[in-house]
């Protein structure tokens, strides 16, 4: 046997190795399936109050109930709200990002403001918002992209500062102009930071859309957890969270794999298996 053979056999992990492995989608729902199944049994047993936390099997049943009454209306608004909050919260971000990003005037002017709003929590933005904006879907969708603003301008900013130095001195001296070097080489330098911003950006939707719904709302899954808490049914509490977290994990999935797909090209470490 060649020299290179050898290589690659020892190289090689074994079959049995990889067939034996469960899954990674199935590996992520061993954690949520395992509390589950805890919660039900300590629900069941009495060690936890019904009224306080219902038994999962309960919030799966009030699941189906609202499938098929008024959840998918509920989703839909707050799906709309959240697509277009994050849509106009994530442009700006990116606008602004590439503007300081590029310029020291540009950051000696808009940095110190940016910072100070970055600091005033979402909830601070509603009494303000509905005085102004009343309480209608622009007043929503402002605080919705008031929160996707600032993960997309900050890691925006922060990938373009810290793209190596000699990539944009290389591209000077092949005599690249302003817009050839930011679409050849700051562009693709930076995308992965952007990325970054926009998935936390997306996260942050999300939470601000609940602290808009939950305010001044008839429609939406924030309606629906205060409706919960107001008729005292930890049940439709859940039941919302739960349609929270799965529409935000499915959000994430897809720009994930928009993600991966246009960062194919890059060639980086993913992580180890068992210490290996």
């Known amino acids: 046997m060649s ?13 049995t190795a990889k067939t034996s ?5 199935l590996k992520g729902l061993a954690l949520p399936l395992a509390l589950i199944l805890l919660l039900e049994a300590v629900v069941r047993l009495g ?3 019904s009224y306080q936390m219902p038994a999962p099997s309960e919030v799966a049943q009030t699941l189906v109930q609202l499938a098929d009454g008024a959840l998918w209306k509920h989703i839909g608004a707050s799906l709309s709200r ?10 700006l ?9 590029l310029s020291r005037e540009a950051e000696a002017w808009l940095e110190p403001t940016f910072a100070s709003l970055r600091a005033i929590p979402s909830l601070a933005w509603v009494p303000l918002l509905l005085l102004w904006l009343g309480i209608g879907e622009t007043s929503k969708v402002t605080l919705i992209a008031i929160g996707a603003f600032f993960p997309v301008y900050l890691n925006g900013v922060a990938a373009i500062r810290n793209i190596d130095r000699k990539l ?4 000077r001296m092949y005599g690249f102009g302003p817009l050839r070097l930011a679409r050849r080489i700051l562009l693709p330098a930076a995308i992965p930071g952007v990325f ?3 998935r936390s950006a997306l996260s942050l939707s999300w ?6 719904e939950l305010i001044a709302a008839t429609r939406g899954l924030g309606y629906l957890l205060s409706d919960g808490r107001e008729t005292s049914r930890p049940d439709l509490v859940l039941a919302a969270i739960i349609v929270l977290a799965l529409l935000g994990k499915l959000s994430d999935g897809l720009l994930a794999g928009l993600e991966r797909r246009w960062l194919a090209w890059r060639d980086t470490f993913d992580g180890t298996d068992q210490g290996a």
């Open 21 to 25: 492995q469960w899954p990674r989608r």
């Open 82 to 91: 959240v697509l277009a909050g994050f849509a106009i919260g994530a442009l």
């Open 93 to 101: 971000g990116l606008l602004f990002a590439a503007w300081v990003g």
């Open 207 to 212: 939470m601000f859309l609940v602290a808009a």
């Open 196 to 198: 970054t911003g926009l």
């Open 168 to 171: 944009v001195e290389v591209g």
């Open 3 to 15: 020299t290179s053979s050898k290589t690659l056999v020892a190289g090689a992990p074994p079959a």
């Open 47 to 49: 060690w936890i109050a």
